[in-house]
């Protein structure tokens, strides 16, 4: 079941000045809420490229709107609407509540790849816990993992830190488990899900906050291939990369560009955008079962 869309009073709202630009996303205020707006914009590196990717933004935000709709009995999240929003940002906004965000990023990693393989390669550990001997890249691991991470400002890089350095910064650790917990749920709903359709969730991160009465709400985006790796089930094997719905293809051009990871990030290649493009079709399609016009035409009604 797709999400289905909220709605909301209608209220004025300007494009004219964003309160915070992150690196792919928009943020405005919306009287006592918020109005997120997903872009075009790609990051690699925790830098973003020059080049945009068409309808990128609206792809996030509408498989955000199907996992936010399929995982609200496990915590509630932020949305209040995705059509009380401005005509020309309609498919690629939302309206949301305001939350106290938490300074920690929640990573979940079902499967070892990225910067969990190059730091069990070096340790045999992921931010401190300690895996089995001899897994090969790409393999599943016996349970899904949190391993969280310090949020970094744009043109930074995200740094993976382990429990005790995370209840640190968070200054709380009975919430940090609460969060462990709840990350966990929630990418085990997604992954079973995913792997009906024929995708594995490799990993994936989200962002909590606390709500205006003190409750845990998971915000920002959720399980979209900007912040998750997914791959596709048939032909996965252990012991190598795997081809991906995500950004990743983007991360791979961009590591056999050059590039030194610092910015400025250099401009994608047109036969570049247009896979990427692709890759990010497919992985709605493949996920909600349904043609990516049909959210486009959902987000339009009002």
């Avoid at 209040?80 to 990573?107: I, K, N, Q, Y």
């Avoid at 990369?241 to 994608?268: E, H, N, T």
């Amino acid at each position: 079941m797709v999400a289905s869309v909220r709605m909301s009073s209608p209220g004025a709202i300007s494009l004219s000045d964003p309160i915070a630009q992150g690196k792919v996303r928009d943020i405005y205020a919306a009287g006592d809420r918020l109005l997120m707006v997903a872009t075009d914009r790609i990051s690699t590196y925790d830098v973003v490229h020059p080049t945009p990717v068409p309808d990128k933004g609206k792809v996030l935000t509408g498989i955000s709107a199907f996992w936010f709709d399929k995982t609200a009995d496990i915590v509630p999240n932020h949305v209040v609407s995705f059509t009380d929003v401005p005509d020309e940002v309609r498919g690629r906004a939302m309206l949301v509540e305001r939350l106290e965000m938490f300074p920690v990023e929640c990573v979940v990693r079902g499967y070892i790849t990225g910067s969990g393989w190059k730091d069990y390669q070096a340790s045999g550990a992921i931010c401190g816990i300690e895996l089995p001997q001899g897994l090969a890249e790409s393999e599943q691991l016996p349970e899904p993992i949190f391993t969280p991470a310090t949020k970094a400002d744009v043109g930074d890089h995200d740094e993976n830190v382990d429990f005790d350095r995370a209840a640190e910064i968070l200054g709380d650790r009975e919430l940090l488990e609460r969060l462990r917990d709840l990350s966990i749920a929630v990418y085990t709903r997604a992954a079973e899900h995913a792997r009906s359709r024929g995708i594995i969730l490799a990993d994936t991160k989200f962002e909590f906050g606390r709500g205006k009465n003190g409750e845990i709400v998971l915000g920002d985006e959720v399980l979209t291939p900007d912040s998750s790796r997914f791959w596709p089930a048939e032909g996965y094997e252990p012991g190598h990369g795997q081809p991906s719905f995500d950004k990743q293809y983007v991360r791979d051009w961009a590591s056999q560009s050059g590039w030194d990871k610092s910015p400025p990030a250099p401009a994608l290649p047109e036969e570049v955008v247009d896979r990427t493009r692709d890759l990010y079709m497919d992985a709605y399609e493949r996920l909600t079962g349904e043609p990516f016009s049909n959210w486009l035409e959902r987000s339009r009604a009002a």
